[in-house]
């Protein structure tokens, strides 16, 4: 028994010895020259329209470390004065020392980090450096960025909806390349959005759903016409004609379908809250328009489906004066988006096109122009 207890403290006396050289001959690294970045202006004013063009160009000196290290560099920015605490940051080959970034990334960028569109924007950046779990950074430079309203249609997941409906409503018929879309706005693999169907007798209104704008991984109907999806599963038959809101959840093969044919009503209108005025569907720039109705300054108006108050347009949360020929976003109450029950207006009485763009369930968009 004496000899086995020698045997174990031996045991530990040893482990005890490795475990302590390992200590000694882990290095701990530290920097010995800190990097230095600069930028080659101060002030960008972001554009959709260069997207892949180079906005800004960054350059650095490296940092220098007390051990060799292979560091990964990123140059991080956030708003001024924040301290980099909600931050977001652009990687560069780490044998790199100078870098562009386009305008759509850099545009990306300040979206992370909180910038508000069409707006000059006081923002820090720096040179991070890490070595393993350590960062290491460099001097802090100021810029003052503008950055653009990214649209919506790039931004945002989307799923097709390829069907017979789609050639009569300004797309191409069964093209997933070339039909309306649904949008996720939570990025969460649910998607919803609209489809006008002109004529639902026979196969003339159906559709399905497709991904990736082709028809591999296409969903339809499992034969129990109860919302369920599979692949390659049925086409699925609308029961009249009319604007369809659908929803599809895409992870858990389910959708709906819900009927919404819209119109204006409000006492800014002439039929007051009696009635509605409709919207017509136009092919041609896939929107929903009222040509010509006269709008009074001294009332409200607020837009509605199938003459009832379940689904409705509105502004996010106040009442909202709209200026003529300029397109506004729109909020649609059955996503939960709109905050109380507010109206529309208009600051001049007269005649005036409505017009609904229910394209992108991410920013419908309402513009209402003076005749």
Known sequence: MKNIFKIWIALFVGVLAVSCDKDEDRAVISETTAAKVSADKNAVVLDELKGSETAITF??????????????????????GTGFKNSTVFN?????????????????????????????????ARLKTLVG????????????????????DIIYPKINVPGAYAGAAGYASWAPGNTAN????????????????????GDNGKYK?????????????????TGKLVLDGSDIAPATIGTYYLKVDWAANTYSSVLANFGVIGDATPTGWGSDTDFVYNPATKTYVISSIILSNSGVFKFRANDDWVLKFQPKKDEQTLASG??????????????????????????????????????YKLTVTKL
């Open 209 to 225: 759903f497709t991904i990736n704008q082709d028809w591999p991984g296409n969903k339809g109907d499992d034969g129990t016409k």
């Open 92 to 124: 560069f080959d780490k044998d790199a020392v100078t870098g562009g970034i386009t305008h759509s990334v850099l545009n990306s960028l300040m979206f992370n980090i909180g910038a508000v569109a069409n707006t000059a924007t006081d923002v820090e």
């Open 59 to 80: 350059a650095w000196t490296k940092a220098g470390f007390n051990i060799a290290s292979v560091p990964a560099q990123q140059i991080e920015f956030a708003i001024k």
């Open 133 to 152: 779990t350590a960062a290491f950074y460099s001097n802090v430079i100021d810029l003052k960025i503008t950055p653009f309203t990214p649209n919506p």
């Open 326 to 363: 300029k397109a506004v976003q729109s909020y649609f109450s059955a996503e939960g988006t709109v905050d109380g029950d507010p109206n529309y207006k208009v600051s001049e009485s007269g005649n005036y096109k409505i017009e609904l763009d229910l394209h992108n369930s991410a920013y």
């Open 182 to 201: 649904l949008f996720s706005p939570e990025k969460d693999d649910k998607y919803r959005g609209f489809i006008w169907i002109s004529n639902a007798t």
